[in-house]
């Protein structure tokens, strides 16, 4: 059958054994009925049994040969679209390496390696903003998140009517410090002065963290 796969075949494979298997049961109910219990009858039943093993296994060798076949065919369109990635792979590579060769001719050693690590950081790059935009398409598709959610309607219902909003703060390890800072003047404050005047912010700072526990406490 066309445009028949693996799971299919091996299913209608089953079905067919199992029409064969009750064929079978209801061949030889009737041919005992009909035969009677001598000598006649149990031959009569043992043909019966014969034909339809040889139907079984009949059967089981074309479904042995469908697979191969099934088999064969998949393995042929892997190589066909693997050699037309080849095909169409090779241009670009060539085209790569010419101009590679072009612009690298006059260059040093040490400098085609750093051209080449150049390049391969820029790749790179164009990969990673190319997944962070297939990122950013899902998000949108899949709507506003629960965060994103409980966010507006807190602005909705407490933030906006007292002008205050929520600033969000990177977490790269100096988070703590860095909301400190922003509190205390926002971004002109850099987080790493209050190491060296930890005297001057450490009440603050004690004092978000007090907040900080009683609200998650």
């Known amino acids: 059958m066309e445009n028949e796969t693996k799971d299919d075949m091996l299913a209608r494979h089953k079905r067919e054994l199992k029409s064969l298997d009750g064929e ?65 792979a090779a241009p670009a590579a060539a085209a790569e390496e010419g101009e590679n060769d072009d612009e690298m001719q006059n260059l040093t050693p040490k400098e085609r390696k750093q051209l080449k690590a150049r390049r391969k950081k820029e790749r790179q790059r164009e990969k990673e903003l190319q997944r962070q935009a297939e990122i950013e398409e899902e998000l949108k598709k899949a709507g506003p998140s629960r965060r994103d959610t409980e966010i507006q309607i807190m602005n909705e219902l407490y933030l906006s009517p007292k002008k205050l909003m929520i600033q969000e703060i990177p977490a790269d390890g100096h988070c703590l410090y860095r909301a400190v800072a922003f509190q205390c003047g926002g971004e002109n404050v850099d987080y790493t002065s209050m190491r060296e005047f930890l005297h001057v912010f450490l009440p603050l700072f004690l004092l978000c963290c007090y907040i900080f526990l009683r609200r998650n406490v």
Do not use: N, P, Q
């Open 24 to 88: 079978k049961r209801s061949s030889l109910k009737k041919v005992k009925g009909t035969a009677g219990k001598g000598k006649k009858g149990k031959e009569a039943v043992a043909a019966a049994e014969a034909e339809f093993t040889t139907k079984e296994k009949e059967m089981k060798e074309r479904h042995e040969k469908e697979l191969e076949s099934l088999s064969s065919d998949a393995e042929g369109t892997a190589a066909e679209v693997k050699e037309i990635e080849s095909t169409t």
